[in-house]
């Protein structure tokens, strides 16, 4: 079971069009990041949040940690056809555990 | 600079059988994470190493077992293989023992248990 529910798990758009992912949990966590996994490869990290209520802007990606610090939200303007992978949202448990935890991925495809 | 690399890349064994994965970490990391990647799922914390011991472990059995060296660089062992252990392995490497610090991933090994 994952602690983390990230939906939608499948996402298909047009290149130009503005899209959200979001990643929720019962637990609250130290920090929260985003990655991004191309096909054959490992993640790779785009942003951590920290605080609640904090959001984070990535050129057209916009980060957001809930102020309670148990979901996440991550929007993306424009998508382009470059934005393609799977997104994947990690928890930070320092007060237990020490560990990551991540969701289970939203598939993002962009058609040009 | 290398990032972290991992061997072999693609790897096929059978039931029952062990098998063992490598992972050298990025220049200057001293701390080893290991994750499993199941087809269409996130990534599954199994456990990692700092100073040559298993600091912290996820809910994997013993059948899973690891190894740091004095260079960092670690291993992946794992034993009596099930179908179910079919998945991508992932090494990330950090410094220092804190889960916070920033990890970075590796290609991962693709294993195929038939």
């Known amino acids: 079971t994952q602690l983390l529910e990230q939906s939608p798990q499948f996402l298909s758009i047009q290149e130009g069009e503005n899209l959200t992912v979001y990643c929720n949990s019962s637990?609250?966590?130290?920090?929260l990041q985003w990655y991004r996994q191309e096909p054959g490869e490992g993640p790779v990290l785009l942003v951590t949040?920290?605080?609640?209520?904090e959001v984070k802007k990535l050129k057209r990606l916009t980060f957001q940690f809930g102020d309670a610090r148990k979901d996440s939200s991550l929007h993306i303007t424009a998508a382009q056809p470059g934005d393609t992978g799977l997104y994947l949202c990690?928890?930070?448990?320092?007060?237990?555990?020490?560990?990551?935890?991540f969701g289970s991925g939203t598939k993002l495809n962009v058609k040009p | 600079d290398a990032g972290v690399t991992q061997s072999p890349t693609h790897l096929i064994k059978t039931r029952g059988q062990q098998v063992t994965l490598r992972c050298s970490p990025k220049?200057?990391?001293?701390?080893v994470s290991w994750y499993q990647q199941a087809l269409g799922q996130g990534p599954q914390f199994i456990f990692q190493?700092?100073?040559?011991?298993?600091?912290q472990r996820g809910n994997f059995p013993d059948r899973f077992s690891g190894h740091q060296f004095p260079n960092y660089s670690s291993e992946l062992n794992v034993n009596a293989l099930l179908l179910g252990d079919s998945a991508l392995y992932l090494c990330?490497?950090?410094?220092?023992?804190?889960?916070?610090?920033?990890?970075?991933f590796g290609a991962g090994t693709r294993l195929s248990v038939l």
């Open positions: 190493y700092y100073e040559e011991e298993e600091r």
């Open positions: 637990s609250v966590f130290s920090s």
């Open positions: 990690a928890g930070y448990d320092g007060y237990n555990f020490n560990k990551f935890y």
């Open positions: 949040v920290v605080t609640g209520g």
């Open positions: 990330a490497s950090s410094v220092g023992r804190e889960a916070k610090n920033i990890q970075y």
């Open positions: 220049s200057g990391h001293d701390t």
